[in-house]
């Protein structure tokens, strides 16, 4: 099975998937299965988009969803923290997760797996951002805290068995990412109970593998970054970074 791991697209998502199909001619391959870190652009809405993606990124989403455009890969992502969380909560609500057709939303506190007729992998997801303030509550009540992880899913992830592959938008407590040193508590907890081969995220800007503080390879991507991972027999295989 390949695998393309990708950082945060911030709404760049045509130049995304042109860059996707470029990779694959190159290597002479096509890919399973697009792994994304959050951030990826959720605005159906262009007017409810925040300032950080208007001046940072595209808003690709909206016209790929109202002109009812497929992704041209199966994707499988998380939330970040600049997405329309109101929007995604209420498609939740009525049980889309298949935002675009090949594009599916991993909840927070949840696996599936993904896969083709020779392998299969369990993927377990924790998307959003870390604030102390919202941490310990029952449920979100304003726009902010819609963008940050709860207790309560971190601990319905860690009781949702072993996965091959945890995928974050940030890193554990206490990695030290480039000049970053995470604070996201909880995320630890989750490496520790699932036990995955590998974990990747994104929200750094910075392209670096390492070991983290439970012995488990992990993958830092940075903005618009694509890594190319074959799984085969339970293992995975590097193929290359663009």
Known sequence: ????????????????????????????????????????????????????????????????????????????????????????????????????????????????????????????????????????????TTKKVHSHYLQREIEQACSGGSCQLLLQHQAGHGERIGSFVSNSEGLSKICFATRPELVIHGSYNVSKDYINKSNVNCVSLAFGEIKVLKYENKQFTKLGTF
């Open 1 to 140: 099975m390949i695998i393309f791991l990708a950082g945060d697209l911030f709404g760049r998502i045509k130049y995304f998937y042109n860059k996707v199909l470029s990779i694959e001619n190159q290597l002479g391959i096509k890919v399973d299965w697009v792994l994304q870190t959050g951030n990826f652009g959720i605005y159906p809405d262009p007017a409810r988009a925040d300032l950080h993606m208007r001046n940072k990124g595209a808003l690709d989403f909206s016209e790929l969803y109202y002109q009812k455009q497929e992704v041209p890969r199966k994707t499988l992502f998380i939330s970040g923290s600049h997405e329309d969380h109101q929007w995604m909560n209420l498609m939740r609500s009525r049980g889309a997760l298949e935002l675009l057709p090949n594009l599916h939303w991993l909840l927070n506190g949840y696996s599936t797996a993904i896969g083709n007729n020779e392998n299969t992998l369990r993927v377990a997801g924790m998307g959003k951002v870390f604030s102390n303030k919202s941490y310990h509550l029952d449920k979100r």
